[in-house]
């Protein structure tokens, strides 16, 4: 009988090592997803709680009880404070889930709140998305405050995208401009540039095609324009 | 030559075959799962809302939804119902009775009220004549072709012929769309102009439900029978193709969905209507084409647009499903051995054809023979038994990574299991599947190999 002496054979020693790393790898996945989701988990109770508060501050508003809001107030600093983060993606997801007519409810109660602190935060602090995340706030809460810092971003790709939606938001066919020169340079996508466009309201759009300014737009962008 | 000798020259040849294998094999997958995280950021996919483009404010192309049908009066209402729920503004739907003999036609007549409509000559793509066309009532976007029975390469065809968008997205009968696919599988191709082909990423639909367009997992659990088969998609789908994608190499689409450009399938002539495996047999004759021809294309598959078909539930259906699958697969390749090691794309010719061939269509024959010479060894004394063990658990391993990085990369970009629990199960399935499931999937396999060796055709 031939017997290979598992330690002292190169070969035996590969494959046991490479079994050892892949079953490293496998540990090593399940321990990313199971963390993950104990995070994604916290993070949507601190969601949750955030819009929880503002609904209650609004139910008081409604009910003229506006003076006593302090508790809910403080209750959402103290969250804006410890979880900037959580807040920004709240604040985003409720306003987009809530009709344009609507936010100016939510917008009244929030600028009670040090909400504008999260912003910068995010912007300048943390990464990629968080920056998503506050452009896309940006441009749902209408914070014209923030309108410079979000065009300097309009050439930037990652975030491109959610600047130039932001700014459009904003400044509607002012924005017009920043959006050509940032599809122009690649930082946008075609269909990055029409959803930019989306956000212009339509009549300016078919005043804009009118102009002679019209003429610095793409071919491929009018390719799908109505007007 | 002394006899041991002999013997003990065959068995190491055949470890370092082993092993030459599997590594070209992990190589292969750790480039391509590489790239799939570049094809991701490339694709800018994000689950913020710029991928809500908003096309009922544009004009956008219009997109021609192919659904062949034969007998499927089972699922039929529902699957064009999926599609009719589209959130895309500018689409029609062909539905293609490739002669059915159950009440698939008028269950289609009673749901949609259809109303017969003047029929086309339908030359040169298909092979028979429409007998009757329909129009429905209430949705007038949504026509109903009767043929006579040709198979589905054929009904593709006729529906190609018919439909009058820019684009044509190739559903299954037994397929449902959720109503974003069809905007996000269009935002790709306005973005890449090049694109010809785009395909989703598949999953069973045994286990959701599907409310108010919202689909969902359902929270009873899943058998093993069914989990082993979303592994299998999810490696296939999720990690596989869409890393391949990223380099260009693609070579198969699931064709339970996939969008064309219709001019690039109008010019290969579109389906081969004696191909067993039509979804590769087009995305192979489109890659000849376009090399041949020296025509820039790009053929992709995105992972965040599922189509939920339902997959087989009986062992019989799994085995007829993985022998043809395999069959095809083989006809396919031979038919496109030119792609082989071509000059025209060194991507394609030296990577991934012969990947798909050496690496994919060998597997089963390999991961056969190997077990059975193990376990041969093993039993004539040639092989210890920790060298068995320790190649067993090699296998073992490289099965379970692979699965549980198709779960993983799932839940980092694509995020369709609603709850850990879902994904823990799954997870237990994937380290269970590399235990006599593969085995025996392999084994059906070399069954399709058997069959396509000695020339017996194979029936769907």
């Known amino acids: 009988m031939m017997i290979f002496n598992w330690h002292l054979d190169p070969l035996l020693l590969y494959a046991l090592v490479l079994s050892a790393i892949l079953l490293s790898g496998i540990m090593f996945q399940m321990a990313t997803i199971v963390t993950k989701h104990q995070r994604k988990y916290q993070s949507e109770l601190i969601q949750k709680r955030f819009v929880d508060l503002l609904n209650q501050s609004i139910q008081k508003c409604n009910a003229e009880h506006i003076n006593d809001l302090q508790t809910e107030i403080a209750e959402i600093n103290q969250l804006i404070e410890l979880h900037k983060k959580e807040v920004a993606n709240a604040w985003m997801r409720l306003l987009e889930k809530t009709q344009p007519a609507q936010r100016s409810v939510y917008i009244d109660v929030i600028k009670h709140t040090h909400m504008l602190h999260c912003i910068p935060h995010c912007l300048y ?13 940006i441009g749902l809460s209408g914070f014209e405050a923030y309108a410079t810092e979000t065009a300097m971003f309009a050439n930037d790709k990652g975030v491109a995208p959610y600047a130039c939606i932001a ?4 400044k509607k066919i002012e924005a017009m401009p920043v959006i050509l020169n940032a599809y122009q340079v690649g930082a946008l996508s075609t269909t990055q540039a029409l959803s930019a466009i989306a956000e212009i309201p339509s009549a300016q759009i078919a005043h804009f095609l009118l102009q002679p300014e019209a003429a610095s737009m793409p071919d491929r962008l009018k390719t799908y324009m109505l007007t | 030559m002394d006899y041991t000798h002999l013997i003990s020259s065959i068995v190491r040849g055949m470890e370092y075959f082993f092993h030459a294998h599997l590594l070209l094999a992990l190589l292969a997958y750790i480039v391509v799962a590489a790239l799939l995280r570049k094809h991701m950021r490339h694709l800018g996919y994000r689950d913020i809302s710029h991928e809500k483009v908003p096309f009922e404010k544009f004009k956008a192309p219009k997109v021609s939804i192919l659904i062949p049908v034969f007998n499927e009066q089972e699922g039929i209402i529902e699957s064009v119902q999926a599609s009719l729920s589209t959130d895309y503004p500018n689409f029609e739907i062909w539905v293609i009775d490739d002669g059915s003999s159950d009440q698939t036609l008028n269950q ?6 259809l109303k017969p409509i003047e029929t086309q000559k339908c030359q040169p793509l298909c092979q028979t004549q429409a007998t009757r066309v329909f129009q429905s009532s209430t949705w007038p976007n949504l026509r109903v072709i009767q043929k006579p029975h040709s198979g ?24 449902i769309i959720t109503p974003d696919a069809l905007r996000k599988l269009i935002i790709k191709f306005i973005n890449e102009p090049t694109l ?9 639909s045994n286990e959701i439900m599907v409310r108010q367009g919202e689909v969902l997992r359902k929270p009873t659990k899943t058998s093993i029978f069914v989990g082993v088969q979303i592994i299998e998609y999810l490696r296939s789908f ?42 590769l047999e087009i995305i192979l004759t489109l890659h000849e084409y376009h090399l041949k021809n020296n025509l820039p294309y790009k053929i992709w598959t995105i992972p965040n647009v599922i189509c939920w078909t339902r997959v087989p539930k009986t062992k019989e259906d799994l085995k007829r499903q993985r022998i043809r699958w395999m069959w095809g697969a083989l006809q396919s390749l031979r038919w496109h051995k030119q792609l082989m090691f071509t ?17 994919e269509a060998f597997a089963p024959v390999i991961e056969l023979l190997g077990l059975l010479s193990m376990i041969a060894c093993a039993l004539t004394g040639l092989l210890s038994f920790s060298s068995c063990l320790i190649y067993g658990l090699l296998i073992y391993a490289l099965s379970g990574f692979y699965s549980w990085y198709a779960i993983a990369t799932n839940d980092h970009y694509i995020n369709s299991f609603q709850s850990l629990q879902q994904i823990l199960r799954l997870g237990a399935v994937g380290l269970i599947e590399p235990i006599g499931y593969r085995q025996r999937d392999a084994y059906w396999r070399m069954i399709g190999w058997w069959r396509w060796i000695n020339g017996q055709p194979i029936k769907w």
């Open chain 1, 125 to 137: 602090e943390e990464g990629l998305a968080e920056r998503c995340i506050a452009l896309e706030a």
């Open chain 2, 238 to 279: 999720t990690a596989w193709r869409t890393g391949w994608s990223y380099l260009d190499g693609l070579l198969i689409i699931g064709g339970a969905l996939t969008v064309f450009e219709k001019s690039a399938v109008l010019k290969v002539g579109g389906y081969r209507t004696d191909a067993s495996c039509e979804d």
């Open chain 2, 152 to 175: 589905k390469a054929d009904s593709l065809n006729m529906g190609i012929q018919y439909s009058q968008g820019q684009y044509v997205c190739c559903i299954d009968s037994d397929s």
């Open chain 2, 343 to 359: 000059q025209k794309s060194a991507l394609i010719g030296w990577f991934s054809f012969p990947h798909i061939v050496f690496i």
């Open chain 2, 196 to 204: 010809i082909a785009l395909g989703g990423a598949i999953a069973p």
């Open chain 2, 108 to 113: 289609l007549q009673e749901s949609f009220l």
């Open chain 1, 167 to 170: 700014l459009a938001r904003l």
